[in-house]
């Protein structure tokens, strides 16, 4: 069979397309506390140590005032605002 440019065209961008969509579906996973690497962390959706969370970490990728956001050490996934961790690091 014989693809045409327009073909792959269609095709490429059809591709690129299911990528990206693919890539923000996984980011807008969130973290379980029963995720091995959770638990290793002792990672928790809300934080009971007075003044601080997700929010105020160095590591917190959201944007302020989001109910979660990215963080490094959950590649793929987000965590809660108002989690925790022991790996919190104050934001400078």
Do not use: H
């Amino acid at each position: 069979m014989k693809n045409s440019r327009r073909q792959f065209m269609i095709l490429s961008a059809a591709g690129a397309c299911t990528l990206a969509l693919n890539g923000k579906v996984q980011a807008q996973a969130m973290v379980s506390e029963a995720d091995p690497q959770a638990k290793g962390l002792k990672y928790v959706a809300v934080s009971t140590t007075a003044g601080k969370n997700c929010t105020n970490c160095a590591l917190y990728q959201g944007k302020a005032g989001s109910a979660a956001g990215g963080c490094p050490l959950f590649a793929g996934k987000q965590v809660a605002a108002n989690g925790w961790c022991s790996a919190w690091a104050k934001k400078g």
